[in-house]
C-alpha cells in the first residue's frame, strides 16, 4: 500500500470514529431525556434512574443493594437513596436476604412490576414504530452491535481513556 493510500485509510478510519462518538452522544443524550419519561410513566415522582433501576430488578429478580449499585456503577448510598423512594412509591419492597441476615433483596412489588411493564410496553411500541421500514435482519444486526459496543463499555475503565 502506498503512503497516499495509508494516509487515506487512516482519515477514512479518523472520521468514522468522529461520526461514532457524535452519534453516540446523541443517543446518549436522548437516552437520558427518554429514561426520564419513561420513569415519569411509571410513576410521577419517579426520578430519570428509576425506569432502569426498575427494569434491573425485574430482570435480575430479587437482588440486593449493593449488586445493583456495582451493576450501575454507584455507591450504596446512592442506591439505598432511589430504592428508599420506589419502596415509598410502593414500586419495590425489600425482604432480608435468607443467604445473609445482614442483608436485604430488592423485588418488583405487583403495582411496580404492572407499571414498569405497561411502559415498557410503550418504549417498544416506539422502538417498533421507529425501525418500521427496517428489515428484521436489519434489527438484528443492530442489535448485535449495540451488544458489542455494550460489552466494550462495560469493560473498559474510561478514566484510563482520558488519562483522568
Not at 4 to 10: Q, T, Y
Request: aromatic share 6%; charged share 30%; hydrophobic share 40%.
Amino acid at each position: 500500500m502506498t503512503a497516499a493510500g495509508r494516509k487515506s485509510d487512516e482519515v477514512a478510519a479518523e472520521e468514522a470514529f468522529l461520526a461514532v462518538e457524535r452519534e453516540v452522544a446523541v443517543l446518549f443524550r436522548r437516552g437520558r431525556a427518554r429514561t426520564a419519561e419513561m420513569s415519569r410513566r411509571v410513576h410521577p415522582a419517579l426520578e430519570g434512574v428509576a425506569y432502569s433501576l426498575l427494569g434491573h430488578i425485574e430482570e435480575t429478580g430479587p437482588v440486593r443493594l449493593t449488586d445493583i449499585g456495582l451493576h450501575f456503577g454507584v455507591g450504596k448510598p446512592t442506591i439505598s437513596r432511589q430504592i428508599k423512594a420506589l419502596e415509598g412509591l410502593g414500586l419495590v419492597v425489600r425482604e432480608v436476604d435468607p443467604l445473609d441476615r445482614r442483608s436485604s433483596l430488592v423485588s418488583l412489588t405487583a403495582d411496580g412490576a404492572e407499571r414498569y411493564r405497561r411502559a415498557r410496553e410503550g418504549r417498544m411500541a416506539r422502538f417498533r414504530a421507529l425501525m418500521a421500514t427496517w428489515q428484521t435482519v436489519d434489527v438484528e444486526r443492530f442489535a448485535e452491535l449495540l451488544e458489542r459496543f455494550n460489552e466494550l463499555t462495560g469493560e473498559v475503565d474510561v478514566r484510563r481513556l482520558d488519562g483522568s
